[in-house]
């Protein structure tokens, strides 16, 4: 019974320590997408319903939902993570947040100038990989710092590809609604999945969390590689056609 206390004292905490994180990450993330979204809107007046989910566009929903729930999951709990193997976690948010701005400021407009197919495809898997690390490589400080950011390039870069994405992809007149449902989409994951990640952490420890969080990521590069499939499966039959 006290080692639940003890444990739920310590989850408060480190809630209180991300807060001000999110709340610096959020701005980054402002920042960035006013500049990928490229097209200025209003909300309609009329309520919306939500043809946009079954859409192409619904598919960067999820994923986005998907990563904001790993990011909300690996940094709400982090010093519990240091901690547990001995870690300074400060090195985690340096490592994390050096990368994500950097790579937003100085590499984002390189790569959504790529196929963004491709390119989530990188994206997606230096975010798979950097979890690995936290699970595999337990020891070594640099490591810990090199894992973050990693995971710093991959998340924040792989935001930067599917908000655009989402607006290039949503149904005609539905473009406002669709970003909403992006957005919406992120929060949820980022201050739902803590919720489920403390109940994990309590019940079964800080390993159990991680491999949740290691399958989410597999999740994300498996939504990439079937938008890459469906692609080529309709180029083939195009060209089936055009032979026709």
């Given at each position: 019974?006290?080692?639940?206390?003890?444990?739920?004292?310590?989850?408060?905490?480190?809630?209180?320590?991300?807060?001000?994180?999110?709340?610096?990450?959020?701005?980054?993330?402002?920042?960035?997408?006013?500049?990928?979204?490229?097209?200025?809107?209003?909300?309609?007046?009329?309520?919306?319903?939500?043809?946009?989910?079954?859409?192409?566009?619904?598919?960067?929903?999820?994923?986005?939902g998907i990563g904001g729930a790993m990011f909300g999951g690996l940094s709400s709990f982090q010093t519990s993570y240091a901690k547990a193997h001995g870690f300074?976690?400060?090195?985690?948010?340096i490592g994390f947040m050096s990368a994500a701005i950097l790579s937003r400021l100085f590499v984002a407009g390189y790569v959504v100038k790529k196929d963004p197919l491709y390119s989530l495809l990188i994206l997606t898997s230096l975010t798979l990989v950097s979890i690995l690390l936290f699970l595999?490589?337990?020891?070594?400080?640099?490591?810990?710092?090199?894992?973050?950011?990693?995971?710093?390039?991959?998340?924040?870069?792989?935001?930067?590809?599917?908000?655009?994405?989402?607006?290039?992809?949503?149904?005609?007149?539905?473009?406002?609604?669709?970003?909403?449902?992006?957005s919406l989409a992120y929060i949820i994951g980022v201050f739902g999945f803590p919720l489920i990640a403390g109940n994990l952490i309590v019940s079964s420890g800080v390993q159990t969390m991680l491999y949740v969080v290691l399958l989410l990521a597999v999740l994300n590069f498996a939504l990439v590689l079937f938008r890459i499939a469906l692609r080529a499966t309709g180029a083939n039959e195009a060209s089936v056609l055009r032979r026709k």
């Amino acid at each position: 019974m006290m080692h639940l206390d003890e444990a739920a004292l310590r989850l408060s905490g480190n809630a209180r320590l991300t807060t001000a994180v999110l709340a610096a990450l959020g701005a980054t993330l402002a920042i960035t997408q006013s500049a990928v979204a490229q097209t200025a809107f209003t909300l309609p007046a009329p309520p919306f319903d939500l043809p946009m989910l079954p859409s192409p566009s619904g598919n960067w929903t999820v994923m986005v939902g998907i990563g904001g729930a790993m990011f909300g999951g690996l940094s709400s709990f982090q010093t519990s993570y240091a901690k547990a193997h001995g870690f300074d976690y400060s090195l985690f948010f340096i490592g994390f947040m050096s990368a994500a701005i950097l790579s937003r400021l100085f590499v984002a407009g390189y790569v959504v100038k790529k196929d963004p197919l491709y390119s989530l495809l990188i994206l997606t898997s230096l975010t798979l990989v950097s979890i690995l690390l936290f699970l595999m490589l337990t020891s070594s400080q640099l490591a810990y710092l090199g894992g973050a950011a990693m995971l710093g390039l991959g998340y924040g870069l792989t935001y930067s590809v599917i908000n655009g994405l989402a607006a290039n992809e949503a149904p005609a007149g539905l473009m406002p609604q669709s970003l909403l449902l992006f957005s919406l989409a992120y929060i949820i994951g980022v201050f739902g999945f803590p919720l489920i990640a403390g109940n994990l952490i309590v019940s079964s420890g800080v390993q159990t969390m991680l491999y949740v969080v290691l399958l989410l990521a597999v999740l994300n590069f498996a939504l990439v590689l079937f938008r890459i499939a469906l692609r080529a499966t309709g180029a083939n039959e195009a060209s089936v056609l055009r032979r026709k």
